[in-house]
């Protein structure tokens, strides 16, 4: 990994996704906020880790390297 590479992790306290969820989503688009996490973390070149908290809420890291102006369109 780069030394410019961006890190961004968001915790949420809410009732969560569950493992299942998350699989389900990816096999089958059913859940438009995740989907649209996992369109925009592509659109960056990002890795996206979404996992459940074990007393609920679930905490979502992106990691990218953000692009420049010479390598935006490679």
């Known amino acids: 990994m780069s030394d410019d590479t961006v890190y961004l ?5 809410g009732i969560g996704v569950s ?4 699989i ?5 688009s059913g859940r438009l906020g995740l989907t649209i996490m996992e369109l925009l ?3 960056l070149k990002a890795t996206l ?8 809420g ?3 890291i992106l990691q990218f390297v953000p692009q420049t102006q ?4 490679n």
Do not use: R, S, Y
Not at 19 to 22: L, T, V
């Open 9 to 13: 992790k968001v915790i949420d306290n």
């Open 19 to 22: 493992a299942q969820d998350i």
């Open 24 to 28: 389900e989503n990816k096999n089958q």
């Open 41 to 43: 973390a592509m659109q």
């Open 49 to 56: 880790e979404i996992l459940p908290l074990t007393k609920g």
């Open 58 to 60: 679930t905490i979502a």
């Open 70 to 73: 010479t390598n935006i369109h």
